[in-house]
């Protein structure tokens, strides 16, 4: 994180207000962990393509969200950017603040997806979310995941 | 006459004089007043409720700020909380403790599903309350809030009924994964009869930084074993440290419930119990004869 953004990051902004005379107050938001281009992402399960980033210190970065929002949440498809490619995946975890009975996890998860939606590697060792369930055409990245939360 | 709806509006905001209307909130602001003439003293002391029940029943007391309080609402959601208590055993447990929680689940062949995990923040007013369990699953870190008054929540149980030395446990997300792994099939562990809930004293050390929030700078959190941080970082602690908070008597006033009101409350708390009691025993003896 550049030297701006850990300024802005930290909540202890608004819990110590400078004493000092003449400061400009600012409010800063609470981190709201939204997951939007250029954020960093995790891959999850054991594709080649998903170890190599993560080995070579350049981590899968979003590229573009679809959908209209522009935010991507659990469930959601995004383009990453990781070994000089674009690759397509599904976000299956959030550091973001869940509503009730959402699991939220600690780290932001994707798995790898090809053009006909399915997953290029053959097993997720991380919990996915059971909610994810409902979705029809996540059906493929369900059967190879191993546990549900 | 044309109806004229700004001349309508501003009476309503404004009355006219001899129509004056005392808005709700001032009333609430006024009501335990000593001023106040129609107050009725110590018939509601003499019946008090135990004492234990504020912390036990957490989320029957209202909230502090008298702007958000409606009394009505908050009777009709008591009422409603010990109707669904009737139906699901939601026990004592404190942050820190171990909990299982069933949830009713569509997607699984067996319609359930559960969670284990520790207690690591407890909020929420009537109705809302809720609970937020973290666990460290597969080398991965999870936290589910649930709602404790959901009706799909279908079994909520107490594996360690136990206390920490803070009230919010978010400083795990920080510490190493140990600290918050949990077994699924962990046995649960009943404390002996009458024995009073023990608080863990346990210190937890954390990570190296960079952390999700500066816990240098909160002086409340007594759970925090801190390590060594560069000279610059602690250099604004001094600015921030406010030693006079501990004093701070209108501060407690205004984030806690008056123990007049609080006594009222679990009264009817104690009422209810005391019913159930009752028409239980009734049943049983029924079941014998």
Known sequence: ?149 | MLFNPRAFYRSYDRPQKGHEKVPSWTIEKHRDSPLNATRVESERLRHAAPTEFRYIFPEFLPHPDWKKRDRVAEKLQRRDMLRRRLVLDIPEFYVGSILGVTVADQHVPSKQSRFVGICIHRDGHGLRANFTLRNHIDGQGVEIKYDLYNPTLQNIEVLKLEKRLDEELFYLRDAPATHSTITFDRKPETLPLGATVPVNMKKIPLNPPPWTQRWEKREDLKGIDLPELPEKRMRKLSQIVKPWEKYDLMKEYRKNISEEEQNEIFKEVVQHHTRVEKKRHQERLKRMT
């Open chain 1, 1 to 149: 994180m550049s030297a701006v953004a850990r300024y802005f990051h930290s909540r202890a902004v608004t819990l110590g207000l400078c004493t000092r005379n003449n400061t400009r107050h600012f409010s800063t938001s609470l981190p709201l962990c939204e997951l939007r281009h250029m954020s960093r992402v995790n891959v999850v399960d054991n594709s080649d393509l998903g170890k190599n980033a993560k080995t070579s210190g350049k981590p899968a970065r979003i590229v573009h969200v679809y959908n209209k929002q522009g935010v991507a949440r659990i469930g959601d498809k995004v383009l990453l950017a990781l070994e000089k490619q674009k690759v397509k995946g599904i976000i299956v975890g959030c550091k973001q603040k869940q509503k009730h009975m959402i699991p939220k996890f600690d780290s932001n998860n994707v798995v790898l997806i090809d053009e006909e939606d399915t997953p290029m590697g053959s097993r997720i060792n991380v919990p996915i979310p059971s909610v994810l369930r409902k979705k029809e055409e996540l059906a493929k990245i369900l059967a190879i995941s191993s546990r549900f939360v």
